[in-house]
């Protein structure tokens, strides 16, 4: 999109979401292929190749082309074309990078995975990242360790592929951090599961083809009765029941679920039964890695489009930028920022050798989450009333990047999860 000039876009009345690619003339933008922030810049770490930076350049083409032109369209009707959007990256390679070349994924470490999350931050909202985030760290990582051929072959490949949208049902109505509590039962009869619950929340939920689903299978202890399996979205008995309107992340749709008697094969579990906590436990490592990989190329573009439209802007018969207290701010934001990048790769690295990075992943979703609300919020204020409008980018993240503190285990639980592996934690049982 053109970008526009300030003093015209005061009279401009947006419609839902619309928002300009930028309030600043073209040559004071900066492009994410710049060295300073882009795929040039991406060679200077360590764990990262010239294959990494191919595989973004061809991302970075499908969401110049295929994605970003229609963000305003899909923000305005509160909903993106999952299906569309997940073929065109799957015909690409983009939804099965780190996994298995037998159901048609690229069979790359995870160190390309989050190559891929770090380039999804170049489309210019929130709700898509999060939704191909969701295909490719979050409902599927248990399947592709843990499933079995069948279940692999039935809702893995064809996810990668992009034929189908996956969701993730974990969070209910009294538990979203506390995964512990959820109460949808999954009980054996004659070959197959007979589910009853609801979810919550629920990210592509109604787009989705299949639902990674956690329940309890069985009476006992709340972190060994409970179980992963796949469930199709059209068996009798799932009730998509709405779309629930959020702050922020407007085009990614977000439903509650209802499942009455819905009955599928025992065959569709993934894994052990009784194992489905600690899977999903495995699987919220690479889904917190996402998020904090996610998060860079949007902090790292507000700062800079802030630092663009502060040089121009004045006030007091002076830049805005030349205030103290301004500039001083922005070199302590992207200080931050370049933290939070470091301690993604380390952990990137690590992950891809195989170690345990649970600890340092839980510090990459809590610095995310933290460093979202401080950029936008701090970013949106220098811009003043241009900056409270729909039709700048900066009050566009500063609704969709809140959720970065919310989702995938909320900053308080990260806190909890880092005391814990610092051995902090208070152990009431211990008392």
């Not at 939920?205 to 469930?231: F, H």
């Not at 008995?237 to 702050?247: A, Q, T, Y």
């Not at 345990?356 to 936008?376: C, F, N, Y």
């Not at 700048?392 to 999860?417: H, K, N, P, Q, W």
């Amino acid at each position: 999109m053109n970008a526009r000039v300030v003093s015209k876009l005061f009279f401009r009345v947006p419609h839902r979401g619309r928002c300009v690619a930028s309030a600043l003339p073209p040559t004071a933008r900066r492009l994410s292929t710049d060295k300073s922030s882009g795929q040039e810049g991406f060679l200077d770490q360590a764990i990262f190749s010239h294959e990494h930076v191919e595989l973004r350049r061809s991302l970075s083409k499908i969401i110049e082309n295929d994605i970003n032109p229609h963000v305003d369209e899909w923000e305005d009707v509160g909903m993106f074309p999952a299906h569309q959007v997940f073929k065109k990256l799957g015909d690409a390679g983009f939804l099965g990078v780190n996994r298995p070349q037998e159901y048609g994924g690229l069979g790359l470490d995870y160190s390309y995975n989050v190559a891929v999350a770090e380039e999804l931050g170049n489309i210019r909202c929130g709700g898509v990242p999060m939704a191909i985030g969701v295909q490719t760290d979050m409902a599927t990582p248990a399947l592709a360790r843990f499933g079995s051929d069948l279940v692999k072959r039935e809702f893995l490949a064809p996810s990668i592929a992009g034929d189908k949208v996956a969701c993730l049902g974990v969070c209910e109505v009294g538990a979203g951090s506390d995964l512990s509590g959820i109460k949808t039962t999954a009980k054996k009869t004659a070959g197959d599961y007979v589910i009853n619950g609801g979810k919550m929340w629920i990210t592509n939920g109604l787009q989705a083809d299949w639902m990674c689903l956690l329940a309890n299978t069985s009476e006992g202890l709340p972190y060994r009765n409970k179980s992963l399996i796949c469930v199709p979205m059209d068996s009798p008995g799932v009730h998509k029941v709405k779309n629930i309107e959020k702050l922020g992340m407007w085009c990614s749709d977000t439903a509650q679920i209802l499942l009455e008697d819905v009955r599928v094969p025992q065959t569709y579990l993934i894994g052990e039964e009784g194992m489905g906590f600690t899977y999903q436990m495995v699987q919220a490592q690479e889904e917190r890695l996402w998020v904090a990989a996610a998060s860079l190329l949007p902090l790292q573009l507000l700062i800079e489009e802030t630092v663009q439209y502060t040089k121009h802007r004045n006030i007091f018969g002076q830049p805005i930028l030349d205030n103290q207290t301004v500039h001083f701010k922005l070199a302590e934001l992207q200080t931050e920022v370049e933290s939070l990048r470091s301690l993604v790769y380390r952990a990137t690295g690590m992950h891809a050798q195989g170690k345990e990075v649970g600890h340092l992943a839980s510090m990459a979703k809590l610095k995310a989450g933290r460093l979202a609300r401080d950029v936008t919020d701090s970013c949106l204020q220098y811009w003043g009333g241009m900056g409270y409008t729909a039709e700048v980018l900066v009050s566009r993240f500063y609704r969709d990047l809140r959720f970065f503190s919310i989702g995938a285990g909320a900053d308080e639980l990260m806190l909890s999860l880092i005391a814990k592996y610092m051995g902090t934690l208070p152990n009431p049982s211990a008392k």
